[in-house]
Structures are given as structure tokens and as C-alpha cells.
């Protein structure tokens, strides 16, 4: 009997973290590459597939944002000297 209870326990348990790791994989925001259009991580720098700039640092305040931002929506800085390093090399 008391085995048949620990099995019980173990399948359950097993079918939670199941749906626990189900859970935690859906919670990982993504969004689209603006140069090759394919899903990437939103903590990236550059982008996996294609190598195009994603995001840069603001050089005021250190915070990352798109790349498509003119002004740091941190601290409100004037951004590009990211943009423009990857430009020229």
C-alpha cells in the first residue's frame, strides 16, 4: 500500500515539473530580428543568426536598449556611438 502511495506522489510530482519547465520556457520574451526577421532572445546584443546590432548600451547611463531607439528611454540620452563603432568596422 505504501508503495503504491510513493508511486502515486512521484508521478505527480513528475507531471508538475513537467508543466513547471513547460512554464518557465513560454516565460522567455523574444522578439524579431529587424534585419533577418527571426526570433531572438530580447537580451541579446547581436543577433544569432544573421550578425546584425540588436541592442546597444547608452553611453550616459550603461542601459541596454534597441537599437531602433533614438534617445535612451533610461535617462533620455542622444544614443549611436554603438551604432556607429559597428558601422565603421
Same mark, same amino acid.
Not at 540620452?77 to 556607429?84: L, P, Q, T, V
Given at each position: 500500500m505504501l508503495l503504491l502511495v510513493l508511486i502515486i506522489l512521484l508521478v505527480i510530482l513528475c507531471l508538475i515539473e513537467r =508543466?513547471? &519547465?513547460?512554464?518557465? =520556457?513560454? &516565460?522567455?520574451?523574444? =522578439?524579431n530580428c529587424r534585419k533577418c526577421g527571426k526570433n531572438v532572445a530580447t537580451d541579446l546584443l547581436i543577433c544569432p543568426h544573421c550578425?546584425?546590432?540588436?541592442?546597444?548600451?547608452c553611453s550616459c547611463c550603461g542601459h541596454s536598449k534597441l537599437i531602433a531607439y533614438r534617445h535612451c528611454p533610461w535617462c533620455g540620452?542622444?544614443?549611436?556611438?554603438?551604432?556607429?563603432h559597428y558601422a565603421t568596422s
Open positions: =508543466e513547471f &519547465d513547460r512554464k518557465v =520556457e513560454q &516565460d522567455i520574451p523574444e =522578439e550578425s546584425s546590432l540588436l541592442r546597444e548600451h540620452a542622444n544614443g549611436g556611438e554603438a551604432r556607429d
